[in-house]
């Protein structure tokens, strides 16, 4: 198979109802990766398993991250120029929420990779206590997505305004 030519359409599209249930990390330290998850993040913990395996959620799902030291346990991030997850990305339902996330995370001291505007969308990127890459997000909504003369998506890469979000509120007092 030739990776380097776009793949030829042979088979009907994926379900547009298909969906990414659940991301499962290897951590080295349980304890440690609930702290970031939920300690500043803010997921619930849904089940756990001593020191091998937790299961943690957003509004009582069984679970969106799994997180486990099966194969990792102590074990030290893969080196720079190796394959594995690049990043997994926490999709918030609203801009003022990506704005309070952006705000646990400044709160607990936690450095910022980057942050984009894409169009479609506004990023924060970052690293969990493992060195995981994870992406903190909100998508605009459709109407308002960008698009070239003829109808293609147009997305792109521009500075986030850190400043702008963080005027953002949830409501909350």
């Known amino acids: 198979m030739d990776f380097s030519e776009p793949p030829k359409n042979t088979s009907k599209p994926i379900s547009q109802g298909a969906r990414i249930g ?13 702290e970031f998850y939920c300690g500043v993040l803010g997921f619930e913990l849904t ?13 009582g799902y069984h679970h969106h991250i799994g997180l486990n030291t099966w194969e990792s346990r102590n074990g030290s991030p893969p080196a720079p120029g190796t394959t594995g997850l690049y990043h997994l990305a926490i999709l918030y339902p609203t801009r003022a929420e990506l704005s309070d996330a952006l705000r646990r995370v400044l709160a607990a001291g936690i450095q910022l990779d980057g942050a984009s505007d894409h169009g479609v969308s506004e990023a924060l990127y970052l690293r969990d206590s493992d060195e995981n890459g ?6 605009r909504p459709r109407e308002e997505w ?6 293609r998506l147009q ?15 949830t409501g909350a007092s």
């Open 47 to 59: 089940a756990r398993f001593g020191n091998e395996a937790a299961f943690i959620s957003a509004g």
């Open 22 to 34: 659940h991301v499962h990390l290897k951590v080295a330290n349980i304890d440690r990766a609930l």
């Open 134 to 139: 994870v992406e903190l997000c909100w998508d």
């Open 146 to 151: 960008p698009h070239f003369p003829d109808g």
């Open 155 to 169: 997305m792109f890469t521009k500075a986030l305004d850190l400043d702008s979000l963080l005027h953002e509120t």
